[in-house]
């Protein structure tokens, strides 16, 4: 074929191809292995408006399909985030999605006014899944009115493009999927990591520091393939699948859930150029199966009637 249709659209950002990194998988570092300006987007790790140590050690081990991990997002706050790791990017064409982590409803609304200010930045992911300290503690997306009012007071200090960066680890992401919408949402993050805990049997104390971590890699990404579905059902802004993408051959199925965009973390530690491989597969499916556009396979899985 002789040209292939790979941009996506969220909200007014717009990407020349659906594959970006997952915040915490990805730094200035890699720069020298790849072309940033071949990326969808750009990701850069959660930023806290305070600086912030991260849990207690280890905070990363191996367990069976994956990784656990618990750091805490380690932060050395938003000045410094300002003044130091915006600016690296600024040389590339690739749009830059800052992700923010905040303690409170009106924390995330000052952060986002403040960041959205900055030319460098596209978009803002709001990472709803880390503990809301306004209430009892619990993620903030796993309160559905929260997570509402949440998207709500962001939306009306920015004009940038808000996506919620939703959890798995609730009872219903649809119901959570849903309030973010009405709260003018312009994309959805399908999903964080799943709570999980590993024990090393001959000291019979937990692996990770902080005791709970959240696992990522191959094994949780038949759960995302179904978060995914179950949210294209009920609404129809666009889903960037996030959880165990580790080939094309997993971008393309996340895709055919419903989701517009891919993000790659754990493949990134074990093959640092796994987002271009994925993105180079895509391409090759798409000319072996004649589809022009990527837009065309969101959410055309074949489900039995």
């Given at each position: 074929?002789?040209?292939?249709?790979?941009?996506?659209?969220?909200?007014?950002?717009?990407?020349?191809?659906?594959?970006?990194?997952?915040?915490?998988?990805?730094?200035?570092?890699?720069?020298?292995?790849?072309?940033?300006?071949?990326?969808?987007?750009?990701?850069?790790?959660?930023?806290?408006?305070?600086?912030?140590?991260?849990?207690?050690?280890?905070?990363?081990?191996?367990?069976?399909?994956?990784?656990?991990?618990?750091?805490?997002?380690?932060?050395?706050?938003?000045?410094?985030?300002?003044?130091?790791?915006?600016?690296?990017?600024?040389?590339?064409?690739?749009?830059?999605?800052?992700?923010?982590?905040?303690?409170?409803?009106?924390?995330?609304?000052?952060?986002?006014?403040?960041?959205?200010?900055?030319?460098?930045?596209?978009?803002?992911?709001?990472?709803?899944?880390?503990?809301?300290?306004?209430?009892?503690?619990?993620?903030?997306?796993?309160?559905?009115?929260?997570?509402?009012?949440?998207?709500?007071?962001?939306?009306?200090?920015?004009?940038?493009?808000?996506?919620?960066?939703?959890?798995?680890?609730?009872?219903?992401?649809?119901?959570?999927?849903?309030?973010?919408?009405?709260?003018?949402?312009?994309?959805?993050?399908?999903?964080?990591?799943?709570?999980?805990?590993?024990?090393?049997?001959?000291?019979?104390?937990?692996?990770?520091?902080?005791?709970?971590?959240?696992?990522?890699?191959?094994?949780?990404?038949?759960?995302?393939?179904?978060?995914?579905?179950?949210?294209?059902?009920?609404?129809?802004?666009?889903?960037?699948?996030?959880?165990?993408?580790?080939?094309?051959?997993?971008?393309?199925?996340?895709?055919?859930?419903?989701?517009?965009?891919?993000?790659?973390?754990?493949?990134?530690?074990?093959?640092?150029?796994?987002?271009?491989?994925?993105?180079?597969?895509?391409?090759?499916?798409?000319?072996?199966?004649?589809?022009?556009?990527?837009?065309?396979?969101?959410?055309?899985?074949?489900?039995?009637v």
């Amino acid at each position: 074929m002789e040209s292939l249709k790979l941009d996506v659209k969220i909200g007014e950002l717009k990407l020349k191809n659906p594959i970006m990194p997952a915040s915490g998988a990805f730094g200035f570092e890699m720069e020298s292995l790849f072309d940033f300006n071949q990326l969808g987007a750009i990701v850069p790790k959660s930023i806290t408006k305070y600086p912030r140590g991260g849990n207690a050690t280890p905070r990363v081990c191996e367990v069976t399909g994956g990784m656990l991990n618990s750091i805490g997002i380690q932060s050395k706050g938003l000045p410094y985030y300002l003044k130091n790791i915006l600016p690296q990017y600024e040389q590339y064409n690739t749009p830059l999605i800052a992700s923010i982590s905040a303690d409170s409803v009106d924390e995330f609304a000052e952060m986002s006014e403040i960041i959205s200010k900055e030319k460098c930045v596209s978009g803002i992911e709001l990472n709803i899944s880390c503990p809301n300290l306004e209430g009892d503690g619990k993620a903030f997306g796993m309160d559905a009115e929260l997570s509402y009012q949440l998207i709500k007071k962001v939306k009306a200090v920015t004009n940038q493009s808000i996506i919620a960066k939703l959890t798995p680890n609730v009872t219903s992401i649809q119901e959570i999927a849903l309030a973010c919408e009405n709260g003018g949402a312009d994309g959805l993050n399908v999903a964080n990591t799943m709570l999980a805990m590993a024990i090393d049997i001959h000291t019979r104390k937990p692996k990770i520091g902080n005791v709970l971590g959240g696992i990522s890699g191959p094994a949780i990404k038949p759960i995302i393939v179904r978060l995914i579905h179950q949210v294209r059902k009920v609404t129809e802004i666009p889903i960037i699948g996030c959880g165990g993408v580790m080939n094309w051959e997993d971008a393309i199925e996340m895709i055919l859930a419903g989701a517009n965009a891919i993000q790659v973390g754990t493949a990134n530690f074990i093959n640092p150029l796994s987002m271009m491989e994925i993105l180079e597969g895509i391409k090759r499916y798409m000319t072996t199966y004649q589809i022009e556009d990527i837009n065309d396979l969101v959410g055309k899985t074949d489900i039995p009637v």
